[in-house]
C-alpha cells in the first residue's frame, strides 16, 4: 500500500509499481505532473518519487537582501551614546518618558533609558538587548558600556578606512572595511579572554584594596558604605543618596544568613527582592523603612476576626479546595463503579464536592489552623464556609511570594487538600492585615527556627511621592543588590604564562639594558604571581577614572613590549586601541572641565612607579600583602594617595572587568552581521530578520557572498 | 605634503563633526519618541527616522544640509545684500582711484550711487525660492527714485536767467489777477462773493512772497 502524504510535503513517497496509483488519489495537478516527470524505478522494484517544495526556491527569491555598512553601525551607536551621555557621571541629568495615558517614569539608568526608545533597526535592537542583559547580571554600567562601545567603533572605523588592503580580495572597499573591521573585533576579543585579567591584576590591583563583607570593622565598614554611596549617588542623585545608603545597610545587615558565606545572603536577597519589597506612592522619601516579616501583596478574602493569639498556624494551598464543577473541556462520568443508578445526577456530585469542603475544613480546624495562603482564587462556596468557621482566606498570592514564604517557614505548599500532615503547617507570630498607602495587604511574621534559615526576615517599604519615583528607588536597590554580588563574586585564577611569554626576558634587557639583575627577580617573581595573583572579590578602586588611567597605562606599557618583540607595522596593536577607547571614559566624566580630567590624570600616574625595576619591587610587595589575606588601608603602600582619592567614591574592579569583556563580546557580535533579510509577516508588512553571517571571499567576481543559515 | 596633510586632517575633522551632529540630532529626535527604522535615506545614507504621523525623517538632509544654503545668495537676501556692497565697495574703491588720477570733481556729484534696498534683494531672493516675484514693487520703486532725482538734476543744472523771466511772468500774471480781484471788491453788494474775493486776494499775495522768496 502506498503512503502519501499532501503534495507539498517532501516526503518520500513508495509507489507500487502500477501506474494505476495516481488515480486512487487526488493531487493537485502540478503534483501528479511532478509523479508522473519524477517516476523512476529502483533497484527493489518500487518507485520512489521526491515530492520538493516546488514553490521554495521562488520565495527565496522573493525575500530582499540588504548590506550592511560599518558606518551605519557606528552612526547608530553614536545615537545611543549621545543619548545616554545626558545622564552620565556625577554631573549627569535624569529622563523623564511621559506617556500619553499620563504614566510616568523618571530615571537616569541607561538599561531603562534605552529600552524605552522606540528603535526598529534591528541592530540597535541588538545593542539595547546586550545592554539589558550586562545590566541584569551586573547591576550597574550601562551607560559605560555604550560609551565605550561607541568609542571602540569609531577606533575600529577609523583604522579599518586607513588599513591597506588584506590578503584577500573582495568586492568593494566596503566589504574590505567591514572584513577588517571584524577582524580586529576578534582580536581585540582574543586578547581580553587571554590578557586582561594578568593586565588588571598587574597594573589596576595594586592601587586598590580590599572590603570584605564580614568584617564590620569601623574602616572596612566605612570603605563599603562609601562604596554604596557612590552608586547610590549615580543612580539616584545626592538628595537621597546618604538616607538609601543607610537604609540598604540596614537591610544587608537584618538579612546576615550567618551559616554561610556572605554572598549566599545577597544572592538569596537578589532572588526574593521582588517578594520583599513594597512600593507605596503618595507619601515622602523619608517615611521609607524596614518592616519585620513578611508582607503579602493581597488582601484577606474573608474578614479577618482580631484574635489576640499567640501563634498562628497557616497552610499553603497551591490547588483548588474545592474541586470545580464544570470546566470548559471536563467530562463528568456519572454513575458508582460499574453500577448505573438511576440516582447519579449532577445534583450527586455537587452535593458531594460541598460535603468534601465541609470534611477539609473540619480537618483544618482539627489542626487549629486558621490561615490559608492560595495560589488559585477559590469558589464562593469555601469563601463562604471560611467565614462561616471564622478562618482567614487569602487567595491569588504570586509565585515569588509563596516561595520566600516557604523558604521562610519551612513548609512546602500542598495541592492535596486530603492529606495535610503537621509538617505542611506554618507557625506565625501574627498575620494581620496591614494599610499602606492605599492598599490593605496582609503582613506576616515568622517564629525563630532553627531548620530554616537563622535569620530575623524583614520587608522593605519604598515611599515616594508618585509611582514613577518608587519605580525609581525600587530598581536602583535591587540593581545595588545586583552590583554587590557582582562585586563579590570570586574570580578564577588567572594564568598569567601567556603575559611571561609578551616579557620575555631577552627583550627586556634590550629595553632596558642597566637592569640586568632584576631580570632574574621579576622571572621568580612572575612565577609566584602565577599562584596568588587573582582579582580578589571585594577589591574596590577610587572612582572617577582611576581603572581606566591606570588600566591604558598598562595597556600602552604591553603594547610597547609587543611591538619591540613583534616588531611588524603591517598589523595593528589591539592593546593600543583598548587603551585609547578607555580613555574616553574618563574624558566623558570631566567634559565639563577639562583641567580636571588632567589633573585627575596626573594625579593617578603619579601612583605608577615610572621604572621597570620598581615595577618589579612592587609587585612584590603586592604579593607579601596578598598573603596575609586583607589589605588594611593603612599597611597599603599606597594608603595615603588612596584616602585622598577617597573622597571621589568607590567602584569595583570586578565589575569593570565584566563590563570591558561584555562590550567587546558585543562589539564582535554586531561586526560579524553583514546581511539583513527582510521577511513579511502576518503583523508587520515590513520587519526584519537578521543573519550572523561570515562572509566567504570567492575567486570569483559576479557571485554573491554566501549567506549561512 | 604638509599642505595635503593639512586638507585631508580639516577634511577628516569636519565629517567627524558633521557626523557628531548627526548623532546628536538623532539622539534628541530619538528621546522625543522618534522611531529609529531600519532604512537608511537614499540621497545621504544615514539611517532614517519616523515621527508619530508616520512620516519619515532624514536627519542630515532636512536640517544639516540647509546651514549652507544661508551663504547662497541666490536664496537668501543678506546675503545678497552683503555681496553686492562688496562689489560696490570694490567698484568705489575703483573709483577713487581713478579720480585720484586726477579727474574733475563735478563728475562725481554726477550721478549719485542708489544702495540698493533689501526689498529689491527680497524681491530677487523670494524669485530664487521659487515664490512668485513681486514685479510692482520693484517698478513702483524705480520710477520714484528717478523722480526723485529729476527735480534735483532740474534745480542744479539750467541757467539762472530763464529762471527770472519765468518768475516775472508768474508775478504779473498774480499781480492782475490781484487787481481783477480788488476792482471786483469794490463793486460786490453780496457777502458771499465778497468773501471768496477776499481769498482769491489773500492766495494771490501768498503766491507773490513765496515768487518773490524763489527770486532771492
Given at each position: 500500500m502506498a503512503t502519501c502524504q499532501g503534495p507539498c510535503d517532501p516526503e518520500w513517497v513508495r509507489m507500487d509499481g502500477s501506474s494505476s496509483f495516481i488515480a486512487e488519489y487526488s493531487f493537485t495537478e502540478k503534483a501528479s505532473a511532478v509523479l508522473k516527470q519524477g517516476a523512476r524505478k529502483s533497484v527493489e522494484g518500487s518507485v520512489y518519487v521526491f515530492f520538493s517544495k516546488y514553490n521554495t526556491f521562488q520565495g527565496l527569491k522573493m525575500l530582499e537582501l540588504e548590506h550592511l555598512h560599518l558606518k551605519h553601525v557606528v552612526q547608530l551607536v553614536s545615537a545611543l551614546e549621545s543619548i545616554v551621555l545626558r545622564s552620565f557621571g556625577p554631573e549627569g541629568g535624569q529622563v523623564l518618558f511621559t506617556r500619553d495615558t499620563g504614566q510616568v517614569m523618571l530615571s537616569r539608568s541607561g538599561k531603562r533609558i534605552l529600552s524605552a526608545l522606540h528603535l526598529e533597526h534591528p541592530l540597535a535592537r541588538m545593542v539595547v538587548e546586550c545592554v539589558w542583559k550586562h545590566s541584569t547580571i551586573t547591576g550597574d554600567g550601562s551607560k559605560t558600556f555604550v560609551l565605550l562601545l561607541a568609542s571602540l567603533l569609531r577606533m575600529i572605523h577609523a583604522s579599518a578606512t586607513k588599513e591597506p588592503h588584506m590578503s584577500q580580495p573582495y568586492n568593494s572597499t566596503e566589504t574590505t572595511e567591514a572584513a577588517c573591521a571584524r577582524h580586529l573585533a576578534d582580536r581585540l576579543l582574543d586578547f581580553a579572554l587571554t590578557e586582561l585579567d594578568a593586565l588588571i591584576a598587574l597594573n589596576v590591583l595594586p592601587h586598590g584594596f580590599c572590603v570584605s563583607l564580614e568584617d564590620s570593622t569601623g574602616k572596612t565598614e566605612q570603605s563599603f558604605q562609601t562604596f554604596l554611596l557612590t552608586f547610590f549617588n549615580t543612580r539616584l542623585g545626592n538628595v537621597y543618596c546618604d538616607f538609601f545608603r543607610d537604609l540598604m545597610c540596614e537591610l544587608l545587615s537584618h538579612w546576615k544568613i550567618k551559616n554561610d558565606q556572605p554572598s549566599f545572603s545577597i544572592r538569596f536577597l537578589n532572588n526574593n527582592f521582588p517578594a520583599l519589597r513594597t512600593q507605596v506612592s503618595?507619601?515622602?522619601?523619608?517615611?521609607?523603612r524596614l518592616i519585620e516579616g513578611q508582607v503579602i501583596h493581597r488582601d484577606f478574602a474573608t474578614p479577618c476576626p482580631q484574635v489576640n493569639e499567640q501563634s498562628v498556624k497557616a497552610v499553603v494551598f497551591s490547588g483548588y479546595l474545592q474541586p470545580k464543577l464544570l470546566t470548559a473541556g471536563d467530562v463528568l462520568e456519572l454513575g458508582c463503579g460499574n453500577r448505573a443508578t438511576e440516582d447519579s445526577s449532577i445534583v450527586h456530585f455537587s452535593s458531594w464536592t460541598g460535603r468534601s469542603l465541609e470534611n477539609i475544613i473540619a480537618t483544618l480546624q482539627s489542626f487549629g489552623v486558621s490561615v490559608l495562603l492560595c495560589a488559585l482564587k477559590q469558589s464562593s462556596a469555601a469563601l463562604a464556609l471560611a467565614t462561616q468557621t471564622g478562618m482567614c482566606l487569602v487567595e491569588c498570592v504570586s509565585e515569588e511570594e509563596i516561595s520566600l514564604f516557604a523558604q521562610l517557614s519551612g513548609v512546602t505548599p500542598i495541592s492535596?487538600?486530603?492529606?495535610?500532615?503537621?509538617?505542611d503547617i506554618a507557625t506565625l507570630t501574627f498575620c494581620k492585615p496591614i494599610l499602606l498607602g492605599a492598599h490593605r495587604y496582609v503582613h506576616v511574621d515568622f517564629h525563630d527556627s532553627e531548620e530554616r534559615l537563622n535569620v530575623k526576615p524583614c520587608s522593605l517599604v519604598i515611599c515616594a511621592p508618585g509611582e514613577g519615583q518608587t519605580d525609581q528607588y525600587a530598581c536602583a536597590f535591587q540593581d545595588a543588590i545586583r552590583m554587590l554580588l557582582t562585586a563579590w563574586e570570586p574570580m578564577h585564577k588567572s594564568n598569567i604564562t601567556a603575559l611571561m611569554r609578551t616579557f620575555p626576558s631577552n627583550k627586556f634587557t634590550s629595553v632596558h639594558k642597566d637592569n640586568m639583575g632584576d631580570e632574574t627577580a621579576y622571572a621568580s617573581c612572575s612565577m609566584n604571581l602565577h599562584e596568588t595573583c587573582v582579582i580578589e572579590p571585594g577589591c574596590v578602586l577610587p572612582a572617577g577614572g582611576t581603572f581606566e588611567f591606570l588600566l591604558h597605562h598598562g595597556l600602552h606599557q604591553y603594547g610597547h613590549s609587543c611591538s619591540v618583540s613583534v616588531?611588524?607595522?603591517?598589523?595593528?596593536?589591539v592593546s593600543e586601541l583598548l587603551a585609547n577607547a578607555l580613555l574616553s571614559l574618563p574624558r566623558h566624566i570631566y567634559s565639563h572641565n577639562p583641567k580636571s580630567f588632567l589633573q585627575a590624570q596626573t594625579r593617578v600616574m603619579?601612583?605608577?612607579?615610572?621604572?621597570s625595576h620598581t615595577l618589579s619591587s612592587n609587585v612584590i610587595q603586592t604579593e607579601g600583602l596578598l598573603e596575609d589575606g586583607k589589605l588594611s588601608l593603612h599597611s597599603c603602600k599606597k594608603g595615603s594617595m588612596a584616602l585622598t582619592l577617597l573622597d571621589l567614591g568607590l567602584e569595583s574592579v570586578s565589575c569593570k572587568y565584566h563590563l570591558v569583556l561584555a562590550v567587546l563580546q558585543c562589539l564582535t557580535s554586531l561586526l560579524r552581521v553583514n546581511k539583513v533579510l527582510r521577511t513579511h509577516t502576518v503583523l508587520h508588512t515590513k520587519s526584519h530578520k537578521l543573519l550572523n553571517a561570515r562572509s566567504e571571499s570567492t575567486e570569483d567576481e559576479d557571485e554573491d557572498e554566501v549567506v549561512s543559515l | 605634503m604638509d599642505l595635503n596633510g593639512d586638507a585631508e586632517m580639516k577634511v577628516i575633522q569636519a565629517q567627524r563633526e558633521r557626523q557628531d551632529k548627526i548623532s546628536k540630532l538623532m539622539g534628541d529626535y530619538l528621546l522625543k519618541g522618534y522611531r529609529m527604522l531600519g532604512d537608511s535615506c537614499e540621497v545621504c545614507d544615514t539611517i532614517l527616522l519616523q515621527d508619530r504621523q508616520q512620516t519619515n525623517y532624514c536627519v542630515s538632509c532636512q536640517e544639516l544640509d540647509s546651514d549652507i544654503d544661508k551663504d547662497n545668495p541666490a536664496l537668501n537676501p543678506q546675503a545678497a545684500l552683503s555681496q553686492v556692497r562688496e562689489r560696490q565697495l570694490a567698484a568705489q574703491s575703483q573709483a577713487v582711484t581713478q579720480v585720484c588720477a586726477?579727474?574733475?570733481?563735478s563728475s562725481q556729484a554726477s550721478v549719485p550711487v542708489t544702495q540698493p534696498r533689501p526689498e529689491h534683494c527680497e524681491g530677487a531672493a523670494s524669485g530664487g525660492r521659487s515664490?512668485?516675484?513681486?514685479?510692482v514693487v520693484i517698478s513702483a520703486l524705480s520710477p520714484a527714485s528717478t523722480t526723485s532725482l529729476v527735480p534735483i538734476r532740474s534745480l542744479v543744472c539750467p541757467p539762472s536767467s530763464t529762471l527770472q523771466r519765468d518768475l516775472e511772468e508768474a508775478k504779473e500774471v498774480v499781480l492782475t489777477k490781484l487787481r481783477g480781484a480788488t476792482v471786483q471788491l469794490q463793486s460786490s453788494a453780496s457777502l458771499e462773493t465778497s468773501i471768496q474775493l477776499c481769498s482769491l486776494i489773500s492766495s494771490c499775495a501768498n503766491s507773490l512772497r513765496s515768487l518773490r522768496e524763489l527770486s532771492q
Open positions: 503618595g507619601f515622602p522619601v523619608g517615611s521609607s492535596d487538600c486530603w492529606r495535610i500532615c503537621p509538617e616588531n611588524t607595522s603591517a598589523v595593528v596593536p603619579a601612583l605608577i612607579p615610572k621604572h | 586726477g579727474q574733475s570733481s515664490f512668485l516675484p513681486p514685479p
